[in-house]
């Protein structure tokens, strides 16, 4: 079945690194996903992978793939305050793209 | 380029009444989707349009929710008759591609917020 989780709260201070983590539970994912959410705001996309990739890094966000542990994370470096918003990790394992998204991570960045 | 439209953005309606929302993609984009998302939670998908027609509606409760994309462009979701658990908010995504996995990727609009009393 389709089932994606996330931890509901994360927060770092201004300058560390931040990392969110996700877990889904359907082996048949092909694409996961990372969505940034701001107050009042529609989804963002931010980056996918692929499952046959274990890493992909793009300028400050690095994503990590676990297939084995269907585990997925997003590392922001230098965090700012401006990545203050919520997360969202979602997969794809239907045909049509349609998406599969989890609960959210919501990032508080302190000065 | 525009982004995707949606209209109103806020809606406030007693139970029982009808209610109808409004979604303009990016210009060209084949493919339009409705999201349900309730607060707390992940956006859940309602309905997938592929220009004018329906590609997947399994998650549509379709006692009380209809949508329709006319000419393959705007679209409509309505409810009718609203309950309380309705209240959340409505997003309207579009994508320019038949939606391949993966590399097509989903434009959000803002959303609209709806308060079911």
């Known amino acids: 079945g389709e089932d994606v989780e996330q931890s509901l709260f994360l927060s770092v201070r201004e300058g560390d690194s931040s990392v969110i983590n996700c877990t889904y539970t359907?082996?048949?994912?092909?694409?996961l996903y990372w969505y940034k959410q701001e107050p009042g705001a529609g989804l963002q996309l931010l980056t996918y992978?692929?499952?046959?990739?274990d890493m992909k890094q793009d300028q400050r966000l690095t994503v990590l793939l676990n297939k084995k542990d269907k585990h997925l994370s997003l590392r922001i470096a230098d965090t700012q305050t401006g990545d203050s918003a919520i997360y969202f990790c979602a997969e794809s394992i239907r045909a049509g793209n349609m998406l599969t998204f989890g609960g959210g991570t919501r990032l508080m960045v302190k000065p | 380029e525009a982004g995707v439209a949606q209209s109103p953005r806020y809606k406030i309606i007693e139970k029982r009444q009808s209610v109808a929302f409004w979604c303009n993609p990016i210009?060209?984009?084949?493919?339009l989707y409705w999201y349900q998302q309730i607060l707390g939670q992940g956006p859940k998908l309602l309905i997938q349009?592929?220009?004018?027609?329906?590609?997947?509606d399994s998650q549509l409760p379709k006692d009380r929710f209809s949508a329709e994309r006319l000419k393959g462009v705007d679209s409509t979701l309505k409810i009718q008759p609203a309950k309380l658990e309705d209240s959340a908010v409505y997003l309207c995504?579009?994508?320019?591609?038949?939606?391949?996995?993966?590399?097509?990727?989903?434009?959000f609009g803002p959303g609209t917020r709806l308060t079911v009393l």
């Open positions: 359907d082996s048949s994912s092909t694409y």
């Open positions: 995504a579009s994508s320019p591609n038949a939606g391949q996995r993966g590399t097509d990727t989903q434009y």
């Open positions: 349009f592929q220009n004018n027609g329906v590609v997947d």
């Open positions: 210009s060209g984009h084949a493919t």
């Open positions: 992978i692929f499952s046959n990739m």
